[in-house]
C-alpha cells in the first residue's frame, strides 16, 4: 500500500507533547525486586543485622520530604522517620519495618501514614511500631549478633562526613551501650548492588531523561538578552513537574556569561546579555530516579566563531568518548580518546602549548610533583562522567578499581567541558614557567575569556548496545540555532523572556 504522508514537525511535536502529558504520573518498581534486593545485601553476610534509616521528617517547610537512597532501594516506601531491619540466623532473613503510628488528630494535620498492620501488603515487609525499635535492637545486640549499619547520608559523595544523621547518632549512641558489640558498615556492598541497574530502574531513567530533555527545549525556545536566569529556572523546573518529574534531580544550574565556567553555579541571579554563552545543567527526577542532561547554547540563538570553536571540540570529544564504549572496555580508554580531542583542540586554538606541558598548579588544584597539564587549566573534570540512579551521582559498575570495565546495566553520563576563565589563570603562582605559559597564550585567553561549555548526555549500557537516553535535547550546533529560533513560550505572568510583560 502506498506510504503514509509524512507528519510536519509541528504535527510531530504536538504528538510527542499528547504522549507526555498523558503519560503516567508515576511508575512503579515491583515488590518481588525490592525483596530480591534485601535478600542480595543479606547475602553478603554470615549472620547479624542490618539496619538502615530513612530520611527524617524535615525540620523546617522547604525542602519537603523526600526519602534517603538506600533505604528507598530496599524498601520503596516514601515515608519519615522509618527503620529497616533485616535479622539473619541459620541462613533465615526477617525483614521488619518500624513506623511511626500517628492519631486521628494528627493524621488530620499532616496526612495518614500506612499503619503497621498495613505494612505487609504495601511494602512486603512486617511492620511494628516505632517506639519498639529500642529495645528490639537492643535485645538483638545482647543476644551477641554483629551490627550491620547503611548509612542514611542523603547523598553517597558525602557519607565519609555523615555525623549527625539520626543514622549516625544511633551508631554512637550503640556503641556506647554496647561497647563489645560488632558493628560494620554496609555501603560499599550496597553500592555494588546499586550499580547495576535493572531494566525496571532504566526504564524510569529514561522516563526521567525524556522530561529533562523536553525541558531544555523549553528552555533553548525561551532564553534571550536581557532574560533572567531565574526566569530560565523557573521555565525548566515548571516543566519538570508538569510532565510527572518528582522535583530537581539537584540544584538547577543555569549559568549565562561568566557564570558559566563556575561547574556548580547555582545561584542563578543574574540577568543575560547578548552575545554570551548560557550554559544550563538541569534535570528531574521520576519515582526518585535522577537524570542529569546539561545544553550550552548562545543567549541570542547565533553562536559567534569564537564560541563555535570551542563549543565543536567539546562536542568532538564527547563524540570519540562515546565511541569506546561497550560491554567489557576499560573506562581510561574511552577517558585517552576525549582526552587527545581536547588537547588537540585547545592547542589549535592557542589556549596551550603542547599537549604534555605542565603550569606549576594554582592554590587547590592536585598534581603531580611536576606539575598540572595546561590543559587541566580548561577541563577541569574528566572527560567521561558518573554513574545516575537514585542519586545524580549514582554507584556505576565501571568505577571498581580492579575492573574499570562497563558492564550491562550501566546508566551514567557523558560530559567533557571547557571553561576559560580569566579569574583562575589569574591565581596561577607567579613562577618562571608560568609567566611564560600566560605571554604565549595570552591572545587566546583574551578571545575565549569568560566562554564555558558543558554537553552532557546520559546513556544506558545492555548487552545489545549502547542506548542514548538524552536525544530528546538538541546538541549539535545547526539543531541548537533552528530550535533557538521558534517562537519564544509565553511565561507565567504574561510576556517572554527578557521582554516586558503585558
Not at 523557573?234 to 510532565?243: H, S
Request: net charge negative.
Amino acid at each position: 500500500m502506498p506510504p503514509s504522508p509524512r507528519p510536519s514537525a509541528g504535527l510531530l511535536a504536538g504528538l510527542l507533547l499528547a504522549i507526555l502529558v498523558a503519560a503516567p504520573a508515576r511508575a512503579q518498581i515491583d515488590l518481588r525486586e525490592y525483596a530480591a534486593r534485601r535478600a542480595a545485601l543479606a547475602a553478603q553476610i554470615d549472620s547479624g543485622v542490618v539496619v538502615a534509616f530513612g530520611a527524617a521528617e524535615p525540620v523546617n517547610y522547604w525542602p519537603t520530604f523526600f526519602q534517603t537512597p538506600a533505604f528507598h532501594y530496599l524498601t520503596g516506601f516514601g515515608e519519615s522517620d522509618a527503620v529497616l531491619t533485616l535479622v539473619k540466623r541459620n541462613g533465615t532473613v526477617s525483614p521488619t519495618l518500624f513506623v511511626p503510628v500517628q492519631s486521628p488528630v494528627q493524621e488530620r494535620r499532616d496526612g495518614a501514614r500506612t499503619r503497621p498492620a498495613d505494612m505487609q501488603r504495601t511494602t512486603g515487609i512486617a511492620g511494628r511500631d516505632i517506639a519498639a525499635f529500642p529495645s528490639a535492637i537492643d535485645s538483638l545486640a545482647a543476644a551477641g549478633l554483629p551490627v550491620y549499619v547503611v548509612s542514611d547520608a542523603q547523598t553517597g559523595d558525602y557519607t565519609s562526613r555523615d555525623t549527625l544523621t539520626r543514622g549516625s547518632r544511633f551508631v554512637g549512641r550503640l556503641r556506647q551501650a554496647h561497647p563489645w558489640l560488632v558493628m560494620r558498615p554496609l555501603d560499599e556492598p550496597l553500592d555494588r548492588l546499586r550499580a547495576r541497574k535493572s531494566p525496571a530502574e532504566i526504564s524510569l531513567l529514561r522516563r526521567a531523561t525524556e522530561i529533562s530533555a523536553r525541558a531544555h527545549q523549553e528552555a533553548m525556545k525561551a532564553a534571550a538578552p536581557g532574560c533572567g536566569e531565574y526566569e530560565i529556572q523557573a521555565l525548566l523546573e515548571g516543566t519538570f513537574r508538569r510532565f510527572g518529574g518528582d522535583r530537581p534531580g539537584y540544584g538547577s544550574i543555569v549559568g549565562s556569561g561568566p557564570n558559566a565556567t563556575i561547574l556548580h553555579y547555582m545561584e542563578d541571579s543574574r540577568v543575560m546579555r547578548d552575545g554570551e554563552l548560557l550554559l544550563i545543567d538541569a534535570a528531574t527526577s521520576f519515582d526518585h530516579y535522577s537524570s542529569d542532561v546539561t545544553r550550552t547554547m548562545p543567549v541570542n540563538g547565533r553562536f559567534t566563531p569564537a564560541q563555535r570553536a570551542l563549543y565543536q571540540i567539546v562536542r568532538d570529544a564527547q563524540e570519540a568518548f562515546v565511541r569506546q564504549i561497550k560491554v567489557g572496555v576499560s573506562y581510561d580508554l574511552a577517558s585517552d580518546s576525549g582526552k587527545a580531542v581536547v588537547a588537540d583542540g585547545l592547542l589549535r586554538l592557542g589556549l596551550i602549548t603542547s599537549a604534555e606541558a605542565t603550569v606549576d598548579p594554582p592554590e587547590g588544584m592536585r598534581c603531580p610533583d611536576g606539575g598540572c597539564l595546561e590543559l587541566q587549566l580548561f577541563a577541569l573534570h574528566g572527560f567521561g562522567g558518573h554513574g545516575v540512579g537514585l542519586e545524580v551521582h549514582d554507584p556505576a559498575q565501571y568505577y571498581e578499581e580492579i575492573a574499570d570495565r562497563w558492564g550491562a546495566g550501566d546508566v551514567f553520563t557523558v560530559e567533557p567541558g571547557l571553561y576559560v576563565s580569566p579569574e583562575l589563570l589569574a591565581s596561577l603562582p607567579d613562577t618562571p614557567r608560568n609567566r611564560a605559559f600566560l605571554t604565549r597564550i595570552r591572545p587566546a585567553a583574551e578571545k575565549y575569556a569568560g566562554m564555558g561549555v558543558r554537553i552532557e548526555d546520559v546513556y544506558a549500557l545492555s548487552e545489545r548496545g549502547l542506548e542514548w537516553l538524552s536525544s530528546g535535547a538538541p546538541r549539535e550546533i545547526p539543531e541548537i540555532e533552528a530550535l533557538m529560533r521558534q517562537r519564544e513560550p509565553e511565561l507565567a505572568g504574561g510576556g517572554s523572556c527578557g521582554r516586558p510583560r503585558t
